[in-house]
């Protein structure tokens, strides 16, 4: 694994179903987060975590919940999928607290609510 | 609140050309401004990193300014090339409690004719 790996690139799901979307990164970064970008609306944050055990909610957490048990993962969860959350969901990662951190991203999961 | 835009949204041009897109924010308070490029279907490369300190940053073809006071970023690319066509995005980092939330623009789909 070099950098970050989401899984899976992509799926279709039927409303209604259970989705977790995993991510992981090997770069030993603190804070991770959890973009969706729609066509008209660009990438919005969804969850973010500052560092392991904590977690924070972003522009559009509804629907979604995450959680990161340790510092290399940080998987989305859908509850119960909707068709509105069709879209392709991005991973990002940066190494903390700091102004010159650097943003890493994902290639992106793109998903499929029917 | 932080807001992002990004003039033009859509641009063609001839192969050798210097360009410059331009990427404008609201709140001047900013740990970071970053460039990144989007291939179609894939996911986000980083570019530049400009710290709110900085007022430039060069790689290769590529020079991002910040104008902090101004509200603006601009990123120049010279000689363009048709392996420049993508997306471009700037993502800003804002200072303070909401540090974790990055902010980003709708993008600028450059096309770069051979």
Request: charged share 15%; aromatic share 8%.
């Amino acid at each position: 694994i070099a950098g970050i790996t989401q899984a899976p690139t992509s799926q279709i799901l039927a409303a209604g179903r259970r989705m977790t979307l995993r991510c992981t990164q090997d770069m030993r970064h603190n804070a991770m987060y959890w973009y969706r970008q729609d066509l008209g609306l660009g990438l919005r944050l969804i969850h973010y975590s500052n560092t392991a055990g904590t977690t924070g909610k972003g522009e559009v957490p509804d629907g979604y919940s995450v959680s990161r048990a340790n510092t290399d993962d940080f998987p989305l969860t859908l509850a119960s999928a909707v068709p509105s959350q069709t879209s392709v969901y991005f991973c990002a990662s940066s190494p903390g607290h700091h102004s010159n951190t650097e943003a890493f991203f994902g290639q992106g999961t793109r998903l499929t609510v029917v | 609140k932080q807001e992002v835009t990004q003039i033009p949204a859509a641009l063609s041009v001839p192969e050798g050309e210097n360009l410059v897109l331009n990427c404008s924010f609201t709140d001047s308070a900013i740990y970071n401004l970053q460039w990144f490029r989007q291939d179609p279907g894939k996911g986000l490369t980083s570019l530049l990193l400009i710290q709110s300190s900085q007022r430039e940053q060069t790689s290769g073809r590529l020079n991002a300014s910040l104008d902090k006071s101004s509200g603006r970023s601009t990123l120049y690319i010279a000689a363009s090339q048709p392996g420049d066509s993508a997306t471009y995005l700037c993502a800003v980092r804002p200072g303070g409690t909401s540090y974790d939330k990055v902010i980003f623009g709708p993008g600028t789909s450059l096309s770069v004719i051979p």
